[in-house]
């Protein structure tokens, strides 16, 4: 599928550069655990510590030059604002778990793998 050539912008809020990681107060910063606006979360997080969000890897929340979602909604041909509708778009911005990572520790109520075997 082809998609059009864009040209990279620094963040609108943070100014940071595409590939640089937002600073932490930024609006358009989305949150890597949850998909929702990563200032959202902290604000949570300061008023629950256990929150869940907890874990949020900037590196992977990093500007990219274009808007969160929009070249991964156009690369599948799916309307980016329609996939928040039918509350899909969290699959581009949630960075996935991986169960053998060193930094994954599943717990008792972790729906996203079975338990491990021992």
């Given at each position: 599928m082809a998609t059009k050539k864009r040209e990279l912008t620094d963040c609108p809020d943070?100014?940071?550069?595409?590939?640089?990681?937002?600073n932490p107060i930024c609006d358009v910063q989305l949150c890597s655990v949850c998909g929702?606006?990563?200032?959202?979360?902290?604000?949570?997080?300061?008023?629950?510590?256990?929150?869940?969000?907890?874990?949020?890897?900037?590196g992977f929340a990093r500007w990219t030059g274009i808007n969160p979602g929009e070249a991964e909604a156009e690369y599948l041909g799916v309307d980016l604002y329609g996939a928040e509708w039918h509350k899909i778009d969290k699959i581009f911005y949630v960075e996935p778990i991986v169960a053998e990572s060193p930094f994954y520790e599943p717990t008792d109520d972790d729906i996203n793998f079975p338990p491990r075997m021992n």
């Open positions: 943070c100014g940071v550069k595409p590939g640089e990681v937002h929702g606006q990563y200032l959202q979360c902290l604000h949570r997080i300061e008023i629950n510590p256990d929150d869940k969000c907890e874990g949020h890897n900037p």
